[in-house]
């Protein structure tokens, strides 16, 4: 069982109710949920995981339909989450999704409101079950796409399958799930020179492009500090080919510093996400839930710092007594990712186990 159940002496008592706040000592709260459905993927990103895949976790480790939808009414319920973002893997290979996102649709927030339900996923399948996932109570999407170019697409994924991301992009504007978000991870002398192309893709479909910077969560081999395209390589490359702006309204605990993007006939917002040069830990408003019930307070915690809800959910406990770990795990919560510090180690998970 990864991390410790006990519970911090100086963490905060629960209302009459058993409600309480996913605080942390450093005074931020967590709204937004993060869930791992799976730790598998249809793909095989070179900066993700190896070409033979991964290890997959046991289907007894993992957190079964009801036990994910309980954990989902004790986040919202009792512990003041109000955002749910479904991550992988690839949450498409979830077969009971739609299932899963009714069930966390039908709860009530602490202010008597349904929680805004996100997912990130790569895409593959998605134009055939949009509809279906939007009418169980999906409101948003986040489509991962590195590249537009077919043959640089196969070599990033492994798969030659660019056409399947692009449908999906195209079935969620199409499907109203706005706004439809486009998440791409920029990589030195691999898909830096397509800066320009991918934010014009997304300006000609209405979508909303988020660059992101490489962090060290796949193999070692594939990240260097030094050698990282920074979210100010980006915006230069941008303002070489569009006219920047930046978008003047408060950012609060969003990760993307936002900007208006133009090329004389077509305007947008993109974003770029800099979790490594100017990390935004500060204003930190996320908690994870791994597909095998693990909860951990940052992308980056170590395996000692997860919180293992599965072995207390088998057991009988009541949902004040998940609540009160789960508010341990986030109690002790570190300032920052640490990614700088000469001490920083990467995650034991890979990114697919931990969820996006």
């Known amino acids: 069982m990864p991390g410790s159940s006990a519970l911090p002496a100086d963490l905060p008592a629960a209302a009459a109710d058993g409600t309480r706040t996913l605080a942390d000592t450093y005074g931020r709260v967590a709204r937004d949920l993060r869930v791992s459905l799976t ?30 939808i309980r954990l989902l009414a004790i986040a919202v319920e009792k512990l003041g989450i109000r955002q749910i973002r479904f991550t992988g893997g690839e949450p498409l290979l979830r077969k ?66 660019v056409t399947d991301a692009i449908a999906a992009i195209d079935a969620a504007v199409a499907a109203g799930l706005s706004p439809v978000k486009v998440n791409a991870v920029i990589m030195p002398g691999i898909n830096d020179h397509s800066i320009g192309d991918l934010a014009r893709f997304c300006l000609e479909r209405g979508a ?24 100010q390589d980006i915006l230069d490359a941008l303002a070489e080919e569009f006219e920047l702006s930046p978008v003047d309204k408060p950012r609060g605990s969003a990760p993307a510093a936002l900007w208006n993007v133009t090329d004389g006939t077509r305007s947008g917002e993109v974003g770029v996400i800099a979790s490594v040069s100017h990390p935004f830990c500060g204003d930190c408003d996320r908690t994870r839930l791994t597909t095998d019930g693990a909860i951990r307070s940052c992308l980056f915690s170590a395996a000692g710092d997860e919180v293992s809800l599965r072995e207390l959910l088998r057991s009988g406990a009541s949902d004040d007594e998940i609540g009160a770990l789960w508010a341990a795990a986030m109690w002790r919560k570190k300032p920052g990712h640490g990614i700088d510090d000469p001490g920083f180690l990467q995650p034991d998970r890979p990114m697919s186990a931990i969820g996006g």
């Open 208 to 231: 909303q492009l988020r660059f992101i910077e490489q962090m060290p969560l796949g193999p070692p081999s594939q990240w260097k500090r030094a050698e990282m395209i920074t979210a």
């Open 96 to 161: 009971s999704l739609e299932k899963i996102i009714a069930a966390a649709k039908g709860l009530r927030t602490d202010e008597g409101r349904a929680p805004q339900l996100a997912m990130t996923t790569n895409g593959m399948g998605l134009a055939r079950r949009v509809h279906a996932l939007k009418d169980a109570g999906l409101d948003r999407v986040n489509i991962s796409l590195d590249t537009v170019d077919p043959e640089l697409y196969a070599r990033l994924t492994r798969r030659d399958r």
């Open 39 to 68: 730790d598998r993927c249809n793909l095989r990103c070179t900066y993700c995981m190896p070409a033979e895949g991964l290890d997959w976790l046991p289907t007894e480790q993992t957190l079964d339909d009801d036990e994910t």
